[in-house]
């Protein structure tokens, strides 16, 4: 396992931008699946976005399509997430993630496929 510890979240005002970043800790972050959750209140977690390995695929959520980034560093271990254009249904605890399973293309990224969490950001957009 990896611990992660995420940082950047905080209020912005609709349409705004944050940056969300995830530090890991352990000699294997770079054969590990990372990806972004988020959950508010009164709701499930969800996947907002993946990145493989390399960070040469990703995926992300339909709702953030087109508004938020992910990528990663392996030389530092860590993971980001670039949020644009963002939207008061945005507001929510994010969460950083590893997963020690394969990418798989195929696939959708489910919250049980990883295995190490940090502890969450809360982001808030205001309208």
């Known amino acids: 396992q990896v611990q992660l510890v995420e940082s950047g979240g905080g209020l912005v005002q609709a349409g705004g931008s944050l940056r969300l970043s995830c530090a890991a800790s352990g000699r294997t972050f770079s054969r590990h699946v990372m990806g972004w959750f988020r959950q508010a209140p009164g709701k499930e977690r969800e996947i907002v976005a993946g990145?493989?390995?390399?960070?040469?695929?990703?995926k992300y959520a339909n709702s953030v399509k087109g508004r938020f980034t992910i990528s990663r560093d392996n030389a530092k271990n860590t993971v980001t997430l670039q949020m644009n254009s963002l939207k008061p249904e945005d507001t929510a605890v994010y969460y950083c993630a590893a997963s020690a399973s394969a990418w798989d293309h195929t696939a959708p990224l489910l919250v049980t496929d990883f295995d190490s969490w940090g502890r969450g950001t809360q982001v808030t957009v205001s309208s």
């Open positions: 990145i493989s390995w390399s960070g040469l695929a990703t």
